[in-house]
């Protein structure tokens, strides 16, 4: 722990404090780590801690500075437990602060690091009441397993109420009977959003509006409500679109990876059709439209990944990448401009990510270069003696690893020494709904025989093996990571692994060769070679064991043909 030097802030006048706690206050909440540690010359962590309103802390988390925050707790040594007492926040820790805006990196930084998430504020929130409508799935599901193994609780609107009213309130500790108009979720009674917030505190508390005083001279005339431009025609094409939107986006994924190319046109031109009706009614139709998306099964992230893709294509409006950048922005509760950086895939638009791919790549060019030296689409084009499928096939079968056996120890060896890995994973669906991972594929540049692992192997000792495995790969900041519509796979192997995973090192093939229109799988292989990339297992059972021999093919050869694409996309 780095020590500061020893200038408490007993020794300084209120106003001092005050003024010098403000200074400390914007130092921690800006992007920049030297002003704060300059901010920081002459304090104690004790003094962080204890200073009134916001500390630095929560503020670093609060303006979800995570470089900061990580400075506050591990080299000064503040107390990620820290209470503020400020009369609207009292009881309120950083991971509260950073759960209120919706900061998944730190509030998952501040679990790890001990944060407590057994409190109720004086709001009568918890860190998972807010969680619920702010934070990402498996963020969530992280709080409620910490909750679990801290179990005793503080509740601070028992101790500290200030007797208003309030949304996203912890159901467990609600101190008033429930009302008709409450809306009730699994973990939060009456879940906010950015827009939904708006206004929604004076409305719960009337008796704190002031009325101005006004006079009959100085009255101005109400002006009448925006009336509905709509027709009755126009008003029922827009509920039949929304109808077929919300069904076609329940399988997004699955059109994606089918390269489903006339579904998904189908699908812009409804998304299209809605913007440009609802827009022509003047009220605020954008939160009931985003309430509408986050309903739909498919993980509301992927979706305003979706959307986000749609704003930067070339036959998109100016007015239409503003009413899809602002329906992102609401879908997942955050300012506008910082609304995409809360997608998964941590990309702005594909034409962005395609540019900062290709930085990646010429940053690491040569080492790119002799890695892929002899890959090529060519070697999955089999000539077998009177056959002639036209269609592309693996050199070898796949390794089928579902035991510590020895084509894991291989693998384990192989990823040792290699510095591109590419990766891909089939789905299945529950019963209830969700989509989860049922096998990953491991292929990497000089081996012949791709690795597909079972993700559904019941023992415990192999599940670990495995998912130490994909933490190697993934967090290996040396390492560069192939994948394709990574925005689809990353998701479902956090939720596996229970953490979030870094994307900096990671290679989208779709991306890469991204422009107006996203393309599949298939479609990309055919820009480099004549024979075609099958998708007859695409939609097969990948729960069921054993994979039949297809299945295996399929699977290896969907992670096995990119580094081959990756080396095609450099000759050109």
Same mark, same amino acid.
């Given at each position: 722990?780095?020590?500061?030097?020893?200038?408490?802030?007993?020794?300084?006048?209120?106003?001092?404090?005050?003024?010098?706690?403000?200074?400390?206050?914007?130092?921690?909440?800006?992007?920049?780590?030297?002003?704060?540690?300059?901010?920081?010359?002459?304090?104690?962590?004790?003094?962080?801690?204890?200073?009134?309103?916001?500390?630095?802390?929560?503020?670093?988390?609060?303006?979800?500075?995570?470089?900061?925050?990580?400075?506050?707790?591990?080299?000064?040594?503040?107390?990620?437990?820290?209470?503020?007492?400020?009369?609207?926040?009292?009881?309120?820790?950083?991971?509260?602060?950073?759960?209120?805006?919706?900061?998944?990196?730190?509030?998952?930084?501040?679990?790890?690091?001990?944060?407590?998430?057994?409190?109720?504020?004086?709001?009568?929130?918890?860190?998972?009441?807010?969680?619920?409508?702010?934070?990402?799935?498996?963020?969530?599901?992280?709080?409620?397993?910490?909750?679990?193994?801290?179990?005793?609780?503080?509740?601070?609107?028992?101790?500290?109420?200030?007797?208003?009213?309030?949304?996203?309130?912890?159901?467990?500790?609600?101190?008033?009977?429930?009302?008709?108009?409450?809306?009730?979720?699994?973990?939060?009674?009456?879940?906010?959003?950015?827009?939904?917030?708006?206004?929604?505190?004076?409305?719960?508390?009337?008796?704190?509006?002031?009325?101005?005083?006004?006079?009959?001279?100085?009255?101005?005339?109400?002006?009448?409500?925006?009336?509905?431009?709509?027709?009755?025609?126009?008003?029922?094409?827009?509920?039949?679109?929304?109808?077929?939107?919300?069904?076609?986006?329940?399988?997004?994924?699955?059109?994606?990876?089918?390269?489903?190319?006339?579904?998904?046109?189908?699908?812009?031109?409804?998304?299209?059709?809605?913007?440009?009706?609802?827009?022509?009614?003047?009220?605020?139709?954008?939160?009931?439209?985003?309430?509408?998306?986050?309903?739909?099964?498919?993980?509301?992230?992927?979706?305003?990944?979706?959307?986000?893709?749609?704003?930067?294509?070339?036959?998109?409006?100016?007015?239409?990448?503003?009413?899809?950048?602002?329906?992102?922005?609401?879908?997942?509760?955050?300012?506008?401009?910082?609304? @995409? &950086?809360?997608?998964?895939?941590? *990309?702005?638009?594909?034409?962005?990510? =395609?540019?900062? $791919?290709?930085?990646? #790549? +010429?940053?690491?060019?040569?080492?790119?270069?002799?890695?892929?030296?002899?890959?090529?689409?060519?070697?999955?084009?089999?000539?077998?003696?009177?056959?002639?499928?036209?269609?592309?096939?693996?050199?070898?079968?796949?390794?089928?690893?579902?035991?510590?056996?020895?084509?894991?120890?291989?693998?384990?060896?192989?990823?040792?020494?290699?510095?591109?890995?590419?990766?891909?994973?089939?789905?299945?669906?529950?019963?209830?709904?969700?989509?989860?991972?049922?096998?990953?594929?491991?292929?990497?540049?000089?081996?012949?025989?791709?690795? @597909? &692992?079972?993700?559904?192997?019941? *023992?415990?000792?192999?599940?670990?093996? =495995?998912?130490? $495995?994909?933490?190697? #790969? +993934?967090?290996?900041?040396?390492?560069?990571?192939?994948?394709?519509?990574?925005?689809?796979?990353?998701?479902?192997?956090?939720?596996?692994?229970?953490?979030?995973?870094?994307?900096?090192?990671?290679?989208?093939?779709?991306?890469?060769?991204?422009?107006?229109?996203?393309?599949?799988?298939?479609?990309?292989?055919?820009?480099?070679?004549?024979?075609?990339?099958?998708?007859?297992?695409?939609?097969?059972?990948?729960?069921?064991?054993?994979?039949?021999?297809?299945?295996?093919?399929?699977?290896?050869?969907?992670?096995?043909?990119?580094?081959? &694409?990756?080396?095609?996309?450099?000759?050109?």
């Amino acid at each position: 722990m780095t020590a500061l030097s020893f200038h408490t802030s007993s020794s300084l006048s209120v106003d001092q404090q005050r003024c010098n706690a403000s200074k400390l206050g914007r130092a921690a909440g800006s992007q920049s780590l030297e002003t704060l540690q300059q901010a920081l010359e002459g304090w104690t962590a004790a003094d962080l801690d204890n200073l009134p309103g916001k500390n630095p802390l929560h503020m670093a988390a609060w303006q979800g500075c995570i470089e900061n925050v990580i400075h506050l707790v591990e080299h000064v040594g503040c107390n990620v437990n820290s209470i503020s007492a400020a009369e609207f926040s009292y009881g309120k820790t950083p991971i509260f602060f950073a759960a209120t805006k919706c900061r998944n990196d730190v509030v998952l930084y501040l679990l790890e690091q001990g944060a407590c998430v057994t409190i109720v504020n004086n709001k009568g929130q918890s860190v998972r009441s807010i969680a619920s409508s702010h934070l990402l799935p498996h963020v969530i599901e992280r709080i409620c397993h910490y909750e679990q193994l801290q179990g005793q609780w503080t509740n601070y609107r028992k101790t500290h109420s200030d007797s208003l009213e309030y949304g996203d309130l912890d159901p467990r500790f609600l101190e008033r009977p429930l009302r008709e108009n409450d809306i009730v979720t699994e973990h939060a009674v009456n879940p906010t959003t950015k827009q939904s917030r708006q206004g929604s505190f004076l409305r719960k508390n009337p008796h704190l509006v002031v009325k101005p005083k006004t006079t009959t001279n100085n009255r101005k005339p109400r002006r009448k409500p925006p009336s509905n431009a709509l027709s009755a025609e126009e008003a029922n094409q827009v509920s039949d679109t929304w109808t077929r939107v919300l069904e076609t986006l329940k399988r997004i994924d699955i059109l994606f990876k089918n390269d489903d190319a006339s579904a998904l046109e189908m699908l812009q031109q409804d998304i299209m059709m809605i913007l440009q009706l609802s827009d022509k009614q003047k009220g605020s139709w954008i939160p009931e439209a985003a309430q509408r998306l986050q309903t739909v099964g498919t993980a509301f992230t992927r979706i305003a990944e979706y959307l986000t893709s749609l704003s930067v294509r070339g036959n998109v409006s100016k007015r239409e990448r503003a009413l899809l950048t602002k329906l992102v922005a609401e879908m997942l509760g955050t300012r506008r401009n910082e609304s @995409v &950086l809360e997608v998964t895939t941590s *990309s702005k638009d594909s034409s962005h990510h =395609s540019q900062a $791919l290709q930085a990646l #790549i +010429l940053d690491r060019r040569e080492e790119l270069d002799v890695i892929l030296a002899n890959e090529s689409i060519a070697r999955f084009q089999l000539s077998t003696p009177g056959i002639d499928d036209g269609v592309l096939h693996l050199p070898e079968p796949p390794y089928w690893v579902d035991t510590l056996s020895e084509e894991l120890l291989l693998l384990e060896e192989v990823l040792l020494h290699c510095r591109l890995t590419a990766i891909d994973t089939e789905w299945y669906n529950r019963s209830d709904g969700t989509i989860h991972v049922a096998t990953l594929q491991i292929a990497i540049p000089g081996h012949e025989r791709p690795w @597909v &692992l079972d993700l559904l192997k019941e *023992s415990l000792e192999f599940q670990q093996r =495995s998912k130490d $495995l994909v933490q190697h #790969i +993934l967090f290996d900041p040396s390492r560069l990571i192939l994948g394709f519509a990574m925005g689809n796979d990353l998701p479902k192997l956090e939720l596996w692994l229970g953490t979030e995973l870094p994307r900096n090192t990671c290679l989208d093939i779709q991306m890469l060769h991204g422009g107006d229109q996203l393309k599949g799988l298939a479609r990309i292989v055919q820009l480099y070679s004549k024979c075609e990339l099958s998708k007859k297992e695409q939609c097969s059972s990948w729960s069921d064991r054993p994979l039949s021999d297809a299945q295996m093919e399929y699977a290896g050869l969907d992670a096995a043909i990119l580094p081959a &694409l990756m080396a095609e996309w450099l000759r050109q």
